[in-house]
C-alpha cells in the first residue's frame, strides 16, 4: 500500500483489481513494551482518571500533526486503493481517526483501551505492509513516538498546590451541568462549607476544602466538562 512521505505528494497509481501487490505478506502481530502505571489508583486504574484521559489526547494530537499523520487518520478505504485481500487479512481495522472520535465522546473506559486501538493502527499497517514499504515504516515511526509519550499518560503530573486548585476550581464548578452542581453542594455540605440557598442558587466556600475534596471536585470537573447553566455559586474574596 504505497503512501508518500508528505500530503502534497500524490499518490501513485493503484494496482489494477484483483491484482495484490506481491511485496504484502503477512506478519505476526507486533507486541508493544510493557509499561507500568506509575502512581495507579484503585485497581491499576490511573488516580487522576480524568487528566490522564486528557493526556491521550494529548499524545494523540502529536501523532495526528506529524507529517505521515494523515495517512493514520482515516480508515483505509480499501476499495478505492484496491486492496482486494484487506479485510481478509485485517479482521478488526482501526484508525486514529475512530480513535479521535472515541475519545471524544467519552467511549474509553481507562487510558488502556485507548492505548489498545493505537496500537492496532499501528499494528495493521505493518501486518499488510512489509517492512520499506512507505506506510509501514511511517507505522513504526509513529508507533515509536506513541511508546515513548505512552509513560507520560500514565504518570501524574505533580499535584499544584491546594490554594492554586482553589481558584481554579472557583471558576470551573459554576460551568458544570446543573446535577453535578447539586452533588458539589452536598459534598461541601457535608464539610461546612454551604453556606446559604438563596433563589436555588447555593454558594460554597472552598476555603473549608481540604486536599481530599479537591481531589474529589477536581476529577468531577475532569469528567464533566463545563456546561451553560449554573445552581452553585462560589463565595468570592
Not at 29 to 57: K, N, T, Y
Request: with cysteine; charged share 30%.
Amino acid at each position: 500500500m504505497p503512501r508518500p512521505k508528505r500530503r502534497r505528494s500524490p499518490l501513485p497509481p493503484p494496482a489494477p483489481p484483483g491484482f495484490p501487490t506481491e511485496r504484502k505478506h503477512h506478519l505476526p502481530e507486533l507486541q508493544p513494551p510493557a509499561v507500568a502505571a506509575a502512581s495507579p489508583g484503585v485497581g491499576g486504574v490511573p488516580a487522576d482518571l480524568g487528566d490522564a484521559l486528557l493526556r491521550c489526547g494529548k499524545l494523540l494530537d502529536k501523532l495526528l500533526e506529524h507529517e505521515d499523520g494523515w495517512v493514520f487518520a482515516e480508515p483505509v478505504d480499501a476499495r478505492a486503493l484496491r486492496l482486494v485481500d484487506y479485510y481478509l487479512r485485517i479482521s478488526e481495522p482501526m484508525d486514529l481517526g475512530t480513535v479521535r472520535r472515541r475519545l471524544e465522546r467519552r467511549r474509553y473506559a481507562d487510558p488502556w483501551a485507548f492505548a489498545a486501538d493505537v496500537r492496532l493502527t499501528f499494528n495493521n499497517a505493518m501486518s499488510y505492509n512489509s517492512a520499506g514499504d512507505p506506510v509501514y515504516e511511517s507505522a513504526a515511526e509513529l508507533s515509536e513516538i506513541f511508546e515513548a509519550g505512552w509513560p507520560s499518560v500514565l504518570a501524574a503530573p505533580p499535584r499544584p498546590p491546594d490554594a492554586e486548585r482553589k481558584r481554579r476550581l472557583s471558576g470551573l464548578l459554576p460551568r458544570l451541568p446543573v446535577g453535578e452542581q447539586v452533588m458539589v453542594a452536598e459534598i461541601m455540605k457535608k464539610r461546612d462549607g454551604c453556606l446559604r440557598e438563596v433563589n436555588g442558587m447555593m454558594e460554597v466556600d472552598l476555603d473549608r476544602a481540604d486536599s481530599a475534596t479537591l481531589d474529589e471536585l477536581d476529577r468531577m470537573v475532569a469528567e464533566h466538562g463545563a456546561a451553560l447553566v449554573g445552581v452553585v455559586k462560589v463565595k468570592q474574596k
